[in-house]
Every structure is written in structure tokens, then in C-alpha cells.
């Protein structure tokens, strides 16, 4: 593993674990198991370790869904249950979850890592519009928003609202009703 990953690896830990406060060079070094200074002669700025992070976190959660990005819809008998597996596998990990939740807030103070935040997201946001044009949305642009921002709010009441996390079944007939709204049919 690249001393990079190891470093962003640790960032995200300490991310879910202890919030963004918790988040120094030196606790990352810690968390790593790497001498002091590592982290810094890494990413020299707090910027630097919040890109480096946020970087990291992109690949590892696009790796994870990626089965559900690169799917053919048209040839899926069930996109529903494709997206409520990528749910589920975003569920699983809560940590990463967790990390992805704090670096959003921080992006809305700092104009550098909105930026990054906002390109990440079209790494999630583009394959959904294909898939949504494949299975015949009228404006598959506005409804991967949609379907992007529906999929988030479900991540977010289960990890950090009231709710509880949601089975495989309550997810796939939550995106069934989600989808057959957009399509104007049952999905």
C-alpha cells in the first residue's frame, strides 16, 4: 500500500471517530503507526491532508459501488435492487460513511475542497444519469439528482438520523416507488 493510502486511510478513521477537530497530522501519524513528521511531509497543510483524504475517499467509495455504476439498466431486470445494493455497501462501512459526512461540512467552509467535493460527486452523478436515460427518464439529468440526493438522505437517517438501518427488501421497494415516480411506471 502507497504511503499516501496509509495516510488517508488513518485520516478517515480519526474523520468517523473523532470528528474534524480530531484531525491533526500528528494523530493521523499516530493512527498509522508512522513516525512523527510523516503526515506532514506528505500533505504539508491541512488543505493538503483534506484533499489527500478526500481523494482517497472518492476511489475507495467508487470501488465499492462500482458494480452499480458501471451497470446496464437496459439489460437489468431490477435497477432497483442494483441501487439498494450500493446503499447497502455505502451502509456497510460506516466509517467511511461517517468521514465522507464531515469532509461535506468542512467543503462548505472552504471554497478549495468544495470544489474537489463537487467533482467527486460527478464520479457517482454521471453514471447515474446514464442509467436513467437507459431506462427511459425524461430528464435523466434532474432525476439523477434526485435519485443521488434520495440515496444520500437514506445513508444519512440511518448513520447519523433517527432511523435504523434499512434492509436489503426496504431499500429496493424504496427505490422501486422512487423510480416508478420517475419513470411513470413500475420499475
Known amino acids: 500500500m502507497k504511503r499516501s493510502d496509509t495516510v488517508a486511510d488513518a485520516a478517515i478513521a480519526l ?3 473523532r470528528g474534524m477537530r480530531g484531525l491533526t497530522h500528528r494523530a493521523v501519524d499516530e493512527v498509522a503507526g508512522l513516525p512523527p513528521g510523516s503526515t506532514s511531509n506528505l500533505a504539508r497543510t491541512r488543505a493538503a491532508l483534506l484533499e489527500l483524504t478526500l481523494s ?7 470501488e465499492a459501488v462500482s458494480s452499480a455504476l458501471r451497470a446496464d439498466a437496459s439489460a437489468s431486470p431490477d435497477l432497483a435492487a442494483l441501487l439498494a445494493e450500493a446503499i447497502q455497501v455505502q451502509l456497510s462501512d460506516r466509517n467511511r460513511t461517517l468521514a465522507r459526512y464531515e469532509l461535506a461540512l468542512e467543503a462548505t467552509r472552504r471554497p478549495e475542497l468544495r470544489k474537489i467535493y463537487d467533482e467527486a460527486g460527478r464520479r457517482f452523478r454521471d453514471p447515474a444519469v446514464g442509467l436513467l436515460a437507459a431506462v427511459g427518464s425524461t430528464d435523466p439529468l434532474r432525476h439523477a439528482r434526485q435519485l443521488v440526493a434520495f440515496g444520500e438522505g437514506l445513508m444519512f437517517d440511518a448513520i447519523a438520523g433517527a432511523g ?3 434492509t436489503f427488501d426496504d431499500l429496493r421497494e424504496a427505490f422501486r416507488e422512487l423510480l416508478s415516480g420517475m419513470l411513470g411506471r413500475h420499475s
Not at 482517497?56 to 467508487?62: A, G, N
Open 15 to 17: 474523520l468517523a471517530e
Open 56 to 62: 482517497r475517499l472518492t476511489d475507495l467509495e467508487h
Open 164 to 166: 435504523s438501518e434499512p
